[in-house]
């Protein structure tokens, strides 16, 4: 039974550029967050999709953009990369149930995001 | 952005020791976690708690949701050195509101 899995695990880039990261949820679940983790803090929700939409937003910027899929997985995009923006970028897969409860959040390993 | 605030921030034990960790908020949750994360890796659910008042337990590990619905405890029962890292508590509101959020972590060294 795979777990979530985030790819890829290390990127390196500069001041402005885009960058792309994905995620495969674990098997079975169908929602996806995102969030970012800064070095000694622990992760800021990003955002959270459901049946391909965006659900719900933490306190991020435009920049900072998503997509969900068919087959359940997602990818995060964020643009015009700033020195901030350096962190581990977490995946979280649950299993939504329309708001009639919560289901608990497993996460990937991360991406670990350098910009210079 | 918005965090719980976990105590103690880090802390050094004895093998073999208890050790207590907790965590509280000015919002009230639906649902309290807590997770423990390793060195290059993802956080990892040890326990989720539904109900104010619950105690649930996961081997060595004991958790509490606070009555109050802002709280929550965790106890580790005879630590041993793989018991070392980060553990984080996390509070989700629930319903539409699925974040999660984090409190800033306890990191756990244990002493051989």
């Known amino acids: 039974d795979a777990g979530v899995t985030q790819s890829p695990t290390h990127l390196i880039k500069t001041r402005g550029q885009q960058v792309t990261l994905r995620c495969s949820p674990k098997?079975?679940?169908?929602?996806v967050s995102w969030y970012q983790q800064a070095l000694g803090q622990g992760p800021q929700f990003i955002f959270q999709y459901y049946e391909e939409e965006e659900r719900q937003r933490g306190n991020f910027p435009d920049r900072f953009s998503g997509h969900q899929f068919p087959n359940y997985s997602s990818e995060l995009n964020v643009n015009a990369l700033l020195l901030g923006d350096s962190a581990l970028y977490l995946c979280?897969?649950?299993?939504?149930?329309?708001?009639?409860?919560?289901?608990?959040?497993?996460f990937g390993d991360g991406t670990r995001l350098s910009i210079l | 952005g918005q965090q719980l605030n976990q105590s103690p921030q880090s802390m050094f034990i004895q093998e073999g020791e208890d050790v207590s960790m907790n965590c509280t908020s000015s919002s009230i949750f639906n649902t309290w976690l807590w997770y423990k994360q390793d060195p290059g890796e993802g956080p990892v659910l040890l326990i989720a708690l539904y109900k104010a008042g619950e105690l649930t337990s996961n081997g060595r590990l004991t958790a509490q949701f606070g009555t109050t619905r802002k709280d929550s405890f965790l106890n580790i029962s005879a630590s041993i050195p793989s018991d070392v890292g980060i553990y984080f508590c996390?509070?989700?509101?629930?319903?539409?509101?699925?974040?999660?959020?984090f409190g800033k972590g306890t990191k756990l060294s244990v002493k051989p």
């Open positions: 996390a509070g989700q509101l629930g319903g539409s509101q699925g974040n999660l959020i």
């Open positions: 098997s079975g679940h169908d929602t």
């Open positions: 979280a897969s649950s299993l939504g149930t329309g708001g009639s409860g919560n289901q608990p959040q497993h």
